[in-house]
């Protein structure tokens, strides 16, 4: 087994790990409503995206060795998703934190 076999190993079962972990965070997290476990589940989800994608970046290389800047590339892109999402989760949390203030202020 040679270097490049075992990295499109690893990565197969880790984007297949992290996908399935997706699925059942996100089902779970429907059932319970909970928004810590639904954002836990994206986190698996773009985990197995990143699998992936060292395993397409490591093909897309073997063969066409002028891209090769395809894996920094789509690690920016996976970064711009995340800050996205959490960007997401803070202007859908600040009116929240403030209603819980002033739920505390009145009591």
Not at 4 to 18: H, R, T, Y
Not at 28 to 39: E, G, I, N
Request: proline share 2%; glycine share 8%; net charge neutral.
């Amino acid at each position: 087994m040679d270097q490049d076999d075992f990295l499109f190993s690893v990565s197969i079962v880790s984007g297949l790990s992290c996908l399935i972990l997706a699925v059942f965070k996100c089902m779970l997290a429907r059932v319970l409503t909970s928004r810590a476990l639904m954002t836990d589940a994206f986190n698996s989800l773009v985990g197995g995206a990143m699998g992936f994608s060292i395993l397409v970046s490591a093909e897309v290389y073997r063969h066409y060795p002028d891209v090769w800047y395809l894996d920094g590339t789509i690690g920016v892109l996976i970064g711009l998703i995340i800050l996205a999402y959490g960007i997401k989760l803070l202007v859908d949390m600040v009116p929240r934190v403030r209603q819980t203030r002033n739920y505390e202020r009145f009591e």
